[in-house]
C-alpha cells in the first residue's frame, strides 16, 4: 500500500534524525544566460522525535550488522537498513506473490543517500533486494570520497 518513494522518503526521515523533506527530483536549474541557479530545499520540517529517529537508526544499523541486512553490508563504511518481504494478495500457481524490499542509507554515521530497492515477485528483500542495494551503495561511494 505504499510506494517506493514514500519509504525512501520515511529512511531519509529518520536518517536526518526525525526531519521530513519533500522529495525533489531537481538539484539545479539553468537559465537561458547558462546560470545555474541551486535549488534549497530548506530544513524542512519535524515529523519524529530525534530520540525516536535515533533509536531506529542504531536497529537499522544492527539488521547489517547482526541481521537479515547483511547482504548489504560494505566495508568501506557503515550503512543502516532494514530488510522485507511483502503480500500482494496475488495467488500465482497456488503461490502468493511476495515483493522483496531493502531499504537504507548511507553513510551510517554521516547520511547523504536514502536507496530504497523493490524486486516484484521476489522471495525475500535479503535474499533479492539487499544485494542490489549494496551494488547501488558502492557506485555512490567515489561521489562520497569526492566530497570530503
Given at each position: ?5 514514500q519509504?525512501?522518503?520515511l ?32 530544513r524542512?520540517e ?103
Open positions: 500500500m505504499v510506494t517506493p518513494l519509504i525512501t522518503s529512511i531519509a526521515t529518520i536518517a536526518d534524525n526525525g526531519w521530513y523533506k519533500s522529495p525533489s527530483l531537481v538539484k539545479y536549474t539553468i537559465d537561458s544566460k547558462g546560470n545555474r541557479q541551486d535549488y534549497k530545499t530548506g524542512g519535524r515529523v519524529l522525535d530525534a530520540e525516536t529517529a535515533q533509536t531506529v537508526q542504531k536497529l537499522m544499523e544492527k539488521c547489517i550488522s547482526e541481521g537479515t541486512g547483511r547482504s548489504a553490508a560494505l566495508s568501506e563504511v557503515m550503512v543502516a537498513g532494514k530488510t522485507a518481504t511483502s503480500q500482494t494478495g496475488i495467488v500465482k500457481d497456488e503461490h502468493e506473490v511476495l515483493n522483496a524490499w531493502f531499504g537504507g542509507y548511507l553513510p551510517a554515521d554521516k547520511p547523504r543517500w536514502a536507496i530504497v530497492v523493490l524486486v516484484e515477485e521476489g522471495r525475500s528483500g535479503a535474499a533479492e533486494a539487499a544485494p542490489i542495494f549494496k551494488a547501488i551503495a558502492r557506485k555512490l561511494l567515489p561521489l562520497y570520497s569526492s566530497a570530503e
